[in-house]
């Protein structure tokens, strides 16, 4: 029997789980645009659903993981069957996109900073 990895403290998993939920846009470009434009009461809305949505979908989440005690893919097997595989298999891919874009966009981070400190 293998062993699997586990988080070191349901913080730590809590705090990935809502950076990955929530975005980069979410965070920085998009309260921005919208105080600038007059849309506070909008924004405050968006947070309310955003964060009651988000709660949601991450406690599926982890009720299907914990169910099926197994990846995305295997998970989506063994709860739907083997068609449901591929949707598990489209979670991963976009996860895999995702962080390529958010590596560059770290770069880009480190870039202004390190231009920052030499000026």
Not at 3 to 23: E, H, K, M
Not at 63 to 84: C, D, E, M, Q, T
Request: contains cysteine.
């Amino acid at each position: 029997m293998t062993t699997r990895n586990a988080w070191g403290s349901r913080l730590g998993f809590i705090l990935a789980a809502a950076g990955s939920a929530i975005g980069l846009g979410a965070i920085w470009k998009f309260p921005y645009v919208t105080a600038m434009n007059g849309g506070g009461a909008f924004l405050l809305l968006f947070l309310i659903f955003s964060f009651t949505l988000g709660l949601a979908l991450m406690m599926a989440e982890i009720a299907l993981g914990r169910s099926a005690s197994n990846g995305a893919v295997g998970a989506f097997k063994k709860i739907g069957g083997k068609p449901w595989a591929l949707l598990g298999l489209l979670g991963v891919i976009a996860g895999f996109v995702l962080f390529s874009f958010y590596s560059v966009v770290g770069g880009w981070t480190f870039a202004y900073l390190s231009s920052l400190a030499c000026s």
